[in-house]
């Protein structure tokens, strides 16, 4: 048996974001699926992806979801999104590498 250790708040977050949430916080939790999917295939394909217009535009775009999730519900939303986009597949650390800095945010 493995043992969860994690605040009793965190997994409450966590079990509630395995429903839909509201209209935005769930675009917001499919967006970044999204957006991070791309990501993640642009670093896959160029080697000099850190400099790719794209790339850079889409670390910018997941960068500004995470502060508006931070200044708009803080770190209790941000959890809400996050356990919602890993149920809805996204992975979970390349989203925290993103998020890293943000609301604190750690990596």
């Given at each position: 048996?493995v043992e969860?250790f994690?605040?009793k708040e965190?997994?409450?977050?966590?079990?509630?974001?395995?429903?839909?949430l509201?209209p935005?916080?769930?675009k917001?939790?499919?967006?970044?699926v999204v957006?991070v999917e791309?990501?993640?295939?642009?670093?896959r394909?160029?080697?000099?992806?850190?400099?790719?217009?794209?790339?850079q535009?889409?670390?910018?775009e997941?960068?500004?979801?995470?502060?508006?999730?931070?200044?708009?519900?803080g770190?209790d939303r941000?959890?809400l999104?996050?356990?919602?986009?890993?149920l809805?597949g996204g992975?979970?650390?390349?989203?925290?590498?993103?998020w890293?800095?943000?609301?604190?945010?750690?990596?």
């Amino acid at each position: 048996m493995v043992e969860d250790f994690r605040p009793k708040e965190e997994i409450a977050v966590e079990k509630r974001a395995q429903s839909p949430l509201d209209p935005d916080d769930e675009k917001m939790a499919k967006q970044l699926v999204v957006f991070v999917e791309k990501a993640v295939d642009i670093a896959r394909t160029k080697s000099d992806w850190k400099s790719d217009p794209e790339h850079q535009e889409l670390e910018r775009e997941i960068q500004e979801i995470g502060e508006k999730l931070c200044s708009e519900g803080g770190n209790d939303r941000m959890l809400l999104i996050f356990y919602r986009y890993v149920l809805l597949g996204g992975g979970r650390r390349i989203l925290e590498l993103f998020w890293n800095g943000i609301c604190g945010w750690m990596y």
